[in-house]
């Protein structure tokens, strides 16, 4: 390939379809199972390393396609509407041409009436984390001093309800939880929930265990799943499932396209992570802060000083891409469910296996594999309209 060509392009990387950036690790809350090593650190990105992170994706070539930016990996909100709105700008200077959704992951605690007004203003996706009743939420999700935390996500839920902005709901699903599908359906309705992802606990970062690998737990997830899933659909109007509608569209997909491609997270730049400090990692959003006796430290860069090209030419990079390559290859040519998954995610088996060439998980057990058997035999049940792929 010329050198006239961008970065990415010579070396194979992107196109980018989620840019994360860290507006600071701090979080006020202190949730059990949390990944994030240093959520009680208070630094703020400046907005001169966010316009050096905007800058760094200009110069390399990633966007070739149009692209989320998530604010996550601490609490968002933390940070003032004046840094977002700032930031607008930066974005807009940057990247004039970009198509871009801007999406925030908040714990709803700190939403205000101002917060709602900036979420309409600037069309921001907004997901609040919520585990379901008190008795499952506060178990994990609670604060600094051991205090339950859901009447205050509450109070922020139904602000965002009052203001008419939308939300959807990420659940962390633990072994208790499993046992009260009937109990979180109802919580979701009365709540005004019209959107749920189930995300099971996972081991990550510092949350080296899970209650989810207790024996018997699988076919527990897989009764919890079909048993909601049947609630939500038959529901007027339905709730919407994340995992039932990502598994039909990969069903469908599969049926008519054969195997995906490298999915984004084992894609080399497929996702950028940017923390505060302006470091900045691929793969898994989970691998951003840390780092590995295999590796080393996952950030491969900083935006101010290493642009992409340096990077896909070092060594370090170079060992880990090949790595999640042949994690890859291997789940090809070992599992079935590869047509519908495309190899799963690096940070995932590297905390459980140590190494990015491995195969299966935990998280693939449940998030792939669970969640595929119990689509696809609702599927049978009642075909769903052809959609577009994924």
Known sequence: MSDTQPPAARGGAGPLELLVVQPTPFCNLDCSYCYLPDRADTRRMSLDTLDQAFRWVAASGLVREPFALLWHAGEPLVAPIAWYEAAADLLRRRGPDWEVTQAVQTN???ITAEWCDYFRRYGIDVGVSIDGPAFLHDRHRRTRRGGGTLDRVLAGVRLLREHEVPFKVITVLTAAALDYPDELFDFYRAHGVRS???NPEEVEGPNTTSSLQAEGTEPRFRRFLARFVDLARAADPPIEVREFELSAAAILHARRAG??????????FGVVNVDCAGNFSTFSP???GLDSPRYGAFALGNVATDPLDAVLASPRFARMEAE???GVAMCRAECRYFPFCGGGPPGNKHFEAGTFAATETLFCRLHVKACLDVTADRMERHPPAERAAP
């Open 108 to 110: 709803a605690t700190l």
């Open 286 to 288: 989970e691998l951003l």
């Open 324 to 326: 999640v390559a042949a």
């Open 259 to 268: 195997p995906p491609r490298r999915t984004q997270e084992n894609r080399p």
């Open 196 to 198: 749920v992802g189930f």
